[in-house]
């Protein structure tokens, strides 16, 4: 067991990501979405839909950012520097967002201010999200075990697609989110913008699988290497296709279950394409790992009460407030 604690923290770390990308993601969307629409109505309604949850699914971007310090000093080490200005950005515009989230009730004459807050709070974080890992996918400048580039080596043009598409993604799995927890014509809205957005989406994901493609991108090597990675877009195409069904057919559990999956197969085609590296192609998992008797106390602690008290607490939060938002039920 001991031998292989660097493995179990990195998919530890990987689930507590691929949770924060989803939870988050989707009340990230719902404030992009926010900021496109001037009905009070609407606006309420959608903050009602995600105002039992939204903080909390922040808690895994915590769990993360915590894990990875103990258990990856390197990973940690090369990444803060390499981003400093989108991390601080990105702090930012969660705090800004959380606080319009509170604030916007408490006045009428100056709500345009925190409307724009929570809406463009939203807008930053999933951008800077997004363009993080553009950055990363197309390699970071290391050496030596540090971060040799320059501050703004993560806005190239790649990275600043991988943004677009991020908030995209984000605002699709929000509609969804929309879609399910809504009725009426705040859900008929929402299910009017699922079909564009799912559009963009896919024009994204071609245009990035071509320049990945022309540029030579390493990770491309991983895919003529690993044929079976194949079966991630496959089955993301096949949930985009039961997304269009259920739309059709108005079925609103569909379109934000599609798009979990959508979210889940492009999580494991990145993961599976960097395995074992934890920053791609420069430091693996077992030349980042902090030493065997840190990983066993994070273990111990972060592994086997933190984590399952995290997981507990997200579930029943979701269990409790399951269903349709009612109106008059609001936060606030």
């Known amino acids: 067991m001991t031998e292989h604690l660097p493995q179990v923290w990195a998919l530890l770390i990987a689930f507590a990501i691929m949770l924060y990308v989803m939870l988050d993601g989707f009340d990230l969307g719902i404030g992009i979405l926010f900021g496109t629409t001037r009905e009070e109505d609407f606006r309420r309604s959608m903050m009602d839909a995600i105002a039992p949850v939204w903080d909390g699914n922040e808690t895994w971007l915590v769990y993360v950012g915590a894990s990875l310090y103990g258990g990856f000093p390197l990973v940690y080490a090369i990444l803060l520097p390499a981003f400093y200005l989108p991390i601080t950005l990105l702090l930012i515009a969660l705090i800004l967002r959380g606080v319009a989230f509170e604030f916007r009730y408490k006045t009428e004459r100056m709500r345009w201010v925190w409307d724009l807050g929570f809406a463009g709070g939203s807008l930053i974080a999933a951008f800077v999200q997004g363009a993080a890992v553009g950055a990363i996918v197309e390699g970071l400048p290391i ?34 989110w929309v ?154």
């Open 143 to 176: 050496e030596g075990g540090r971060f040799v580039g320059g501050p703004f080596d993560w806005v190239s043009p790649f990275a600043v697609a991988c943004g677009i598409g991020l908030v995209l993604g984000y605002t699709l799995i929000g509609a969804g």
């Open 179 to 332: 879609v399910m927890k809504t009725e009426g014509p705040l859900r008929d809205w929402a299910y009017n913008r699922i079909i564009p957005l799912s559009a963009c989406l896919l024009a994204f994901l071609a245009i990035a699988f071509g320049y990945a493609l022309t540029a030579d991108l390493r990770v491309m090597g991983r895919w003529f290497d690993r044929p079976w990675l194949l079966v991630f877009p496959i089955l993301g195409l096949c949930a985009m296709a039961g997304l269009l069904a259920g739309v059709r057919r108005r079925l609103d559990w569909a379109p934000f279950t599609a798009v979990v999956v959508v979210f889940l197969t492009a999580f494991g085609t990145m993961a599976a394409s960097f395995w074992p590296y934890m920053i791609p192609f420069s430091v693996t998992i077992d030349e980042a790992a902090a030493p065997v008797s840190s990983l066993r106390f994070l273990f111990y602690g972060g592994g086997t009460v933190v984590l399952p008290i995290i997981l507990a607490y997200t579930i029943t939060v979701y269990w409790i407030f399951r269903g349709k938002v009612r109106d008059g039920a609001g936060y606030h």
